[in-house]
């Protein structure tokens, strides 16, 4: 049950973008999609936060290609998990941590929004101004949990195209997850196995499979 927990936060956590008609843009959706996806992969490290009903928030922290940690909160319960390489740690509010191996999650493609599908691309919007500051945005449809289809808009940066927020509309609830990006590259971003905790016991090996003898 635990592990089913531990997945579902975790799998939030890592859903990805898609594509919306656009609404005139001075780039390409190919060109900013690649832009986007690069500021992203090209990252040492980012946050990302994201707040939506009845208390549901998720803070995420991403640290390489192989480190993430994972703060859940939903209808009044807590959780952390924390994923390094094939280690996945967990621990639920009030109880202890778990240590378990689970397979190394692979992008389905460069692709790293969070809630986006595969094998798309996103569309430009026009610019918006957010306290002063002008943004570039773009439209994209989302998948999430369940593969529950979704649209999003997103802002960036425009000199780094790095993501700054993004308003996703999922059918399945009433009201949009609201998501932000920050700390990029950060000194103090950190994941790091829970202390004490002995790390999982890697999974066996699969045995070779044995070479048929051609008769003589």
């Known amino acids: 049950m635990q592990m089913t927990r531990a997945w579902s936060a ?5 859903v990805i973008a898609a594509t919306v008609p656009a609404a005139g843009a001075d780039d390409d959706g190919t060109a900013l999609t690649a832009k986007i996806d690069g500021a992203l992969s090209g990252a040492a490290s980012y946050r990302v936060t994201v707040q939506g009903p009845n208390g549901f928030a998720l803070d995420i922290l991403s640290v390489g290609r192989d480190r993430v940690r994972v703060l859940s909160s939903a209808g009044g ?18 109880n202890p941590w778990t240590a378990n191996a689970v397979p190394v999650v692979r992008r389905a493609r460069r692709n790293l929004l969070y809630m986006g599908a595969p094998d798309t691309k996103v569309e430009p919007l026009a610019d918006r ?3 002063g500051v002008t943004y570039g945005a773009f439209g994209s449809l989302a998948v999430g949990n369940a593969q529950v289809p979704a649209t999003m808009e997103c802002t960036y940066d425009k000199a780094t195209f790095r993501p700054h927020a993004c308003t996703i509309v999922l059918q399945a609830l009433p009201t949009p997850l609201h998501v932000t990006y920050d700390k990029w590259n950060d000194p103090s971003n950190a994941v790091e196995a829970p202390p004490g905790v002995a790390p999982p016991t890697p999974p066996p090996a699969p045995s070779p499979t044995p070479t048929p003898r051609v008769p003589q």
């Open 129 to 131: 101004t957010e306290a």
């Open 77 to 94: 319960n807590t959780a952390e998990s924390v994923v390094i390489g094939n280690a996945m740690y967990y621990r639920a509010a009030g």
């Open 10 to 14: 975790f799998t939030v956590a890592l």
